[in-house]
């Protein structure tokens, strides 16, 4: 019994600590990778992001989006390592950007790529931090969406906020999803020419289709949630859906419930998965308690 206790309380802190997100373990970098790094950088990325990383290479004129000025810190410094040794590797569109970024993971091993963040890290201004990186968050079973939409790149990288695109948030029910048209106000002009992601959206303008957006989060049709008096009580959006900006596919992690049982029956209480009424009441008892507000704990008012 012990045992079992013991072993179950192993595993629920390994959970808990994995739940959403790690920090980053981003190692300041060695003299040996930044030499590496920038020697790979003349021969494969200046023809392009030119020769001091502003996106001024020889070729860039080319280019409908034109290669990312990779000095500029406040862009580049919120995107995890992973997404940077991606988009070398695999090329712009595996991260939904254009394809004018070529992917060089015929010529280049994971180890060269990570020498290469490591040197695009040194040219940022502001300076790249490692103490605050953040690793990309990914999300077993996120569904595909219809277009390769991604919220690392517009509430990390460019730090669009949240409420930009789910406006109704404050005042509604529902937090709502950005129409076609809203989407149309930056993409009439960013990306449209040369980004087939971003053309899709085009596409559904022209025919007159809203895009068919799958749902993610989702409680019973017998439950009542609404978004306006959790945002008016300033319960952070990530406390429920994780931190979405640095998710490149948004998924609900609702948790294991079968480990969650198992851990009911030695005993222990474990925090329930996120979604399910143990985790809305917890959350209303406890802010009852520490915060003076009146989050309901009858039935009546989540279920009518
Ligand atoms: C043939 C031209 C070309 C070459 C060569 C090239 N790039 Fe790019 N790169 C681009 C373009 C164009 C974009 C912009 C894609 C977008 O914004 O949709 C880009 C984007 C990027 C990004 C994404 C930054 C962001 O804004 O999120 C990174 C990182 C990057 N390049 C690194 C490199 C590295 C490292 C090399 C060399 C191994 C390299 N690129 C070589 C054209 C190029
Ligand atoms: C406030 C301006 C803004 C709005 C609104 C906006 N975007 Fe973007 N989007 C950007 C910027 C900036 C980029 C980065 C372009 C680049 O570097 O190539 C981008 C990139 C993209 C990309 C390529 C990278 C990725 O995310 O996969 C797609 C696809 C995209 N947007 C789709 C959409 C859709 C769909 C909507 C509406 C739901 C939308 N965007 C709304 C500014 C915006
Ligand atoms: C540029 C527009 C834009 C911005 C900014 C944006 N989102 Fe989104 N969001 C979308 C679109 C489009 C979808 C639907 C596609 C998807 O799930 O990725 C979505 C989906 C979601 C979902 C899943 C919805 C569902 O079906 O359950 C959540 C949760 C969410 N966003 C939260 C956030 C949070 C939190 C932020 C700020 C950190 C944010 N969003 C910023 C456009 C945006
Ligand atoms: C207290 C927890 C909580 C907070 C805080 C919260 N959400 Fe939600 N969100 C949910 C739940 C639960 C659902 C599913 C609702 C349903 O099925 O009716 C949801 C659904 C959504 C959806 C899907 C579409 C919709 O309108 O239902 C989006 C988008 C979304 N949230 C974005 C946000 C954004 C952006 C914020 C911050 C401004 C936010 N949420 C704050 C719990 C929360
Ligand atoms: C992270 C904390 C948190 C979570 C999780 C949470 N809530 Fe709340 N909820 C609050 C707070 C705080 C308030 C009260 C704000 C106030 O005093 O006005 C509240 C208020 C409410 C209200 C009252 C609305 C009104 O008009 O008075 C309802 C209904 C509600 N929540 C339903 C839910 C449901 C259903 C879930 C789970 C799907 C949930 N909440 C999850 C924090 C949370
Ligand atoms: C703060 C919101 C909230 C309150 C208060 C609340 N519930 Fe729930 N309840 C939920 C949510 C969300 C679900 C759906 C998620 C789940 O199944 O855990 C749910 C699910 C249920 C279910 C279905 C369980 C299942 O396994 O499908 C029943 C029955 C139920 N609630 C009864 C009650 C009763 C009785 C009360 C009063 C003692 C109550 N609820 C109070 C939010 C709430």
């Not at 590496?36 to 409908?64: I, N, Q």
């Not at 280049?108 to 490692?130: K, N």
């Not at 695109?165 to 930056?186: I, N, T």
Request: hydrophobic share 40%; net charge positive; proline share 10%.
């Amino acid at each position: 019994m012990w045992a079992g206790a013991a072993a179950g309380l192993v595993v629920l802190v390994a959970l808990a600590s994995a739940f959403w997100s790690r920090t980053g373990t981003a190692a300041p970098s060695t003299s040996r990778e930044l030499a590496s790094g920038s020697r790979l950088y003349v021969t494969h990325c200046a023809v392009c992001h030119g020769e001091g990383g502003r996106g001024d290479g020889p070729s860039a004129a080319g280019f409908a989006t034109k290669p990312s000025d990779l000095t500029d810190g406040r862009l580049m410094n919120p995107l995890p390592d992973e997404f940077i040794v991606n988009v070398i590797l695999r090329g712009g569109p595996a991260e939904g950007l254009s394809p004018g970024m070529p992917p060089f993971g015929a010529y280049l091993g994971e180890a060269q790529a990570r020498d290469l963040t490591a040197y695009l890290r040194s040219l940022a201004h502001p300076p790249f931090r490692p103490e605050a990186a953040r690793a990309l968050v990914t999300v077993p079973g996120a569904p595909r969406q219809p277009i390769f939409f991604s919220h690392l790149i517009h509430a990390g990288s460019f730090q669009i906020d949240c409420q930009h695109c789910h406006a109704d948030a404050r005042r509604s029910k529902y937090a709502g999803l950005p129409s076609v048209e809203r989407c149309l106000g930056c993409h009439k002009i960013i990306g449209a020419q040369d980004n087939p992601e971003i053309a899709k959206i085009q596409q559904y303008a022209s025919r007159g289709e809203p895009i068919p957006w799958v749902r993610v989060f989702k409680v019973p049709e017998f439950t009542y949630f609404p978004h306006k008096p959790h945002v008016r009580a300033a319960v952070a959006c990530q406390t429920c859906h994780g931190p979405v900006e640095l998710m490149r596919e948004v998924g609900a992690r609702t948790g294991p419930r079968l480990l969650n049982d198992l851990a009911n029956l030695v005993g222990l209480r474990p925090a329930p998965p996120p979604l399910t009424m143990g985790w809305c009441i917890d959350c209303h008892r406890q802010s009852n308690a520490t915060r003076d507000t009146q989050a309901p704990l009858d039935c009546i008012a989540c279920h009518h």
